[in-house]
């Protein structure tokens, strides 16, 4: 574990700086969102997310090596019978879970932060079988963020062609904007945030059906609001194995 903060800590010291702004009207941006959340999110918000909550409203993918993609034969088309007709329809893709998550239809993250000096940190993600993370690191006008992603079912990911694969990674992100209510001072209760961050490059050989060399160079996109309780000491998984 110690191990594994530190590698954080050297993505974060190698991080581009970004600046910020500060907000008070944020807050209420976030409430508004926050409503549009599911019901059963809302009703467990202080007892399951005492730590904090995240509002994902944007999530996408790039993919980077599109031209390694070998062409779909677009004359093959699948069909259903419906049962009451018996008649053949064709089958449509239902959409992924990135395009589903939408300013009218946003998404839960957890959330937690902590004050560490004059550092302030802030942790949002979600894990369960895989999962991500954005840990974004504040320190007096300027701003820091990483991207960290693991699976659960095997070693999926490259950071780079020549390293080994691993179940975990993280990598440096940008950070295109960052909102935050107030200060991120000693003494303070809680913070409101919004950020937009975009991942560096990396491999991903899951679903990779069609590639040449069976795998996926990408880059995340990521727009989320935060509220975090700032007297709560901040708790998450760190990345053990880094590409």
Not at 31 to 47: D, G, N, Q, Y
Not at 112 to 141: N, Q
């Amino acid at each position: 574990m110690k191990q594994s903060l530190l590698l954080i800590f050297v993505f974060l010291f190698q991080s581009s700086f970004g600046q910020y702004k500060v907000d008070t009207a944020l807050r209420g941006e976030y409430r508004r969102m926050f409503e549009r959340l599911p019901e059963k999110v809302k009703e467990v918000e202080k007892s399951q997310f005492e730590n904090g909550l995240g509002i994902l409203f944007n999530i996408k993918t790039d993919t980077l090596n599109k031209a390694d993609h070998e062409p779909v034969n677009t004359s093959l088309k699948i069909f259903s019978i419906d049962e009451k007709t018996g008649e053949k329809e064709p089958m449509i893709a239902a959409p992924g879970e990135e395009e589903t998550i939408t300013e009218a239809q946003p998404t839960w993250l957890g959330c937690g932060c902590r004050l560490k000096g004059d550092t302030f940190e802030v942790a949002s993600g979600v894990s369960l079988f895989s999962g991500f993370a954005v840990i974004t690191s504040l320190h007096k006008d300027k701003a820091k963020a990483v991207y960290s992603e693991f699976e659960t079912e095997g070693k999926a990911f490259r950071t780079k062609l020549s390293n080994k694969r691993v179940s975990e990674f993280t990598v440096p992100a940008t950070i295109n904007s960052l909102t935050i209510d107030r200060k991120p001072e000693k003494g303070i209760n809680e913070i409101y945030g919004k950020i937009a961050v975009v991942s560096n490059g990396y491999y991903s050989y899951l679903n990779a059906w069609g590639f040449k060399h069976d795998y996926i160079y990408k880059r995340k996109h990521l727009e989320f609001y935060f509220h975090c309780n700032a007297t709560k000491q901040r708790t998450t998984s760190a990345s053990r194995n880094k590409g």
